[in-house]
């Protein structure tokens, strides 16, 4: 659906995008990672027609983003980073523009204004100023806006940003509501929204491709090793910390074990395992067996978050063994 | 052509939204109000010392009270037109809304003519509610209204190439003080332009005397079409549209 192919953005002095290329499949979401100034804004302007690419193809639904922009203006709904709106309009008001600006037929406008209104849930605003919202509803209008003539693609730059908790995970609900019938692309900073909206994810810094794979793929592959919490406790009378951590030593393996906290006869570890080592069954059955309970057991996710700043690491030795990089 | 409509609608909207379509209007209206008074109220003692002296010849109210209105209102426009043309683009790059509009499957070239269009007829509608005085010379006198109505098309012509420069330089700026002020530079550069005829006879003094927009305007304030005063304006609307979209392209490129 969305195809980028050794794209290049120059501004006077900066590269903000330097020979970058990925490919998104119809009905994906996906997440473009990275940190402040990554190029993430610029890439997706790219995409949008808002300013051509300096070097490098980029197209949409086959659609050359130089050649055939107007092709590809209709097919795209955009959420800049700023939600494009005009203060002196209701939200009503402005959604009728907008949707008359992408070319909504005038028998369909209201019905897809209503739609949108409804999913996005701005319907106790509609006849408010704009000026009058608050940054979340105005982020919605926004939201409302890139929807409303049901574009296939959807390019949403920051969309969760200023955002309050409950009204992130509204958001993100609603963009994963999106999903299937639209081919999304998401920029953020912050890796568990990528983590729990997106399939694939895109991570670029300082203007260069660092990373795209799956985030099921790059999880894994990255987590040489499996990182495993449990929880003993001592089924009668006391048992020391330091003879449990003993015996989960000595589980096959395992490479090292950490103890985190005891509170009573509970004791917590963490533990490693050995790179491809499936160490859960051996644990269980090793405590077990010396006569302890075991509360819990349960897989330590190595978080997005490690895996960005191992990435995104100025130094390129930074790069893990494997090599994500494409 | 839809899309035009669409944006003039929006705009249109925006400007009666503020408060400054009223301001503009009040103003000019009161402005117009006070040269009308005046001319008038000279025309008459004219008339009636004229008549002491026993000369009772007919006097002209089109000469004497319409065309010293029209040649002041189109000077008073310089004023008015940076007001108008300002907020054009510079609002729209500073709101980020730029990014909706060139996103959106709508040439430049209609959201150019959508915006000016909707400056033109918030002129127009300055222009015409200052009008209203001279409808007064309707209901006590019997003026010819065919030069009025001349005057008033060069009224809009000139308004409409000042508009076309001051939407161009509204292109070039996020800050609407600053567009306006550079607008408002050029307007009166264009209007003292017609000076340099008065220095000299050069072929350079008459170049530059010829892009005086005030120069062309002198004979549609006395009732004269002249096609080469109609050219000009027109010409000089295209350029002013012309480099309007070429800078929104370059902003695309420099962004
Ligand atoms: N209009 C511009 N003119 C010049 N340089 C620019 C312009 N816009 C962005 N840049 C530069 O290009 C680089 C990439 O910027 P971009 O806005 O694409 O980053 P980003 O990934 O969106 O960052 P953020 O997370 O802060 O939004 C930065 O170094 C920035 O300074
Ligand atoms: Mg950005």
Redesign the pocket.
């Known amino acids: 659906m969305i195809n980028v192919e050794g794209l290049t953005k120059r501004?006077?002095r900066?590269i903000?995008v330097d020979n970058i290329s990925f490919e998104v499949q119809k009905g994906q979401i996906v997440g473009f990672l990275?940190p402040?100034?990554?190029?993430?804004?610029?890439t997706m302007r790219v995409l949008t027609c808002f300013m051509p690419p300096t070097a490098g193809k980029a197209s949409v639904a086959g659609f050359d983003v130089l050649e055939q922009p107007m092709e590809v203006k209709k097919r795209i709904g955009y959420l800049p980073?700023l939600p494009p709106v005009y203060g002196d309009m209701e939200v009503i008001e402005y959604l009728r523009f907008v949707g008359r600006l992408k070319g909504i037929p005038k028998a369909d406008l209201k019905r897809r204004v209503d739609e949108v209104i409804e999913r996005c849930a701005v319907g106790e605003v509609r006849t408010r100023l704009i000026s009058k919202l608050s940054k979340g509803y105005r982020q919605r209008v926004g939201l409302s806006q890139a929807i409303i003539h049901n574009p296939d693609v959807l390019i949403l730059d920051e969309p969760t940003a200023g955002l309050d908790p409950k009204q992130i995970i509204e958001t993100r609900s609603l963009i994963k509501s999106l999903a299937g019938d639209h081919t999304i692309i998401l920029s953020t900073?912050i890796l568990p929204e990528v983590e729990q909206t997106c399939e694939q994810v895109i991570i670029i810094s300082r203007g260069k491709l660092v990373a795209t794979d799956s985030v099921h793929n790059l999880t894994n592959r990255l987590r040489g090793s499996e990182a495993v919490a449990v929880e003993v406790e001592g089924r009668d009378g006391a048992v020391n910390s330091a003879v449990i951590l003993q015996r989960l030593e000595k589980v096959p393996g395992v490479s090292r074990v950490l103890a985190k906290e005891s509170r009573g006869q509970r004791h917590i570890f963490e533990i490693e395992s050995l790179q491809g080592r499936a160490i859960r069954p051996d644990l269980a059955r090793a405590v077990v067996e010396s006569g302890w309970n075991l509360n819990e057991l349960r897989p330590v996710a190595v978080s997005l978050e490690e895996i960005f700043l191992q990435l995104t690491a100025s130094d390129e030795a930074a790069t893990p063994a494997g090599g994500v990089k494409q | 052509m839809r899309n035009t409509v669409t944006i003039f609608q929006k705009e249109i909207k925006s400007y009666f939204a503020s408060p400054i379509a009223y301001g503009l209007m009040a103003f000019f209206a009161l402005i117009s109000g006070y040269f009308f008074f005046a001319f008038t109220a000279n025309f008459v003692e004219r008339g009636i010392r004229m008549q002491m002296m026993g000369r009772g010849m007919p006097m002209d109210v089109n000469e004497w009270v319409i065309r010293p209105m029209l040649m002041n209102m189109s000077v008073v426009g310089l004023f008015v037109i940076p007001m108008i043309t300002m907020r054009l683009f510079a609002e729209e790059k500073r709101l980020g809304t730029i990014e909706l509009l060139a996103t959106s499957p709508v040439r430049d070239l209609e959201i150019i003519l959508g915006k000016w269009l909707a400056a033109l007829v918030m002129y127009s509608a300055i222009l015409a509610l200052a009008g209203i005085n001279t409808a007064l010379l309707f209901l006590y006198g019997n003026p010819d209204w065919k030069p009025l109505l001349v005057g008033y098309l060069g009224l809009v012509l000139q308004g409409g190439t000042l508009l076309a420069i001051g939407a161009f330089i509204s292109t070039t700026t996020r800050n609407q003080i600053i567009a306006g002020t550079a607008t408002f530079a050029i307007c009166l550069l264009l209007w003292v332009l017609d000076w340099a005829s008065s220095y000299g006879t050069t072929s350079a003094a008459k170049v530059i005397a010829y892009l005086s927009v005030v120069t062309h305007f002198e004979p549609f304030a006395k009732g004269v079409i002249d096609s080469k005063d109609v050219i000009f304006y027109l010409s000089m609307i295209f350029f002013g549209l012309f480099l309007t979209s070429r800078s929104m392209e370059s902003l695309r490129w420099r962004?």
């Not at chain 1, 402040?36 to 610029?42: D, E, F, L, M, S």
């Open positions: 501004y006077a900066t903000a990275g402040n100034g990554a190029g993430k804004t610029t980073e900073h | 962004a």
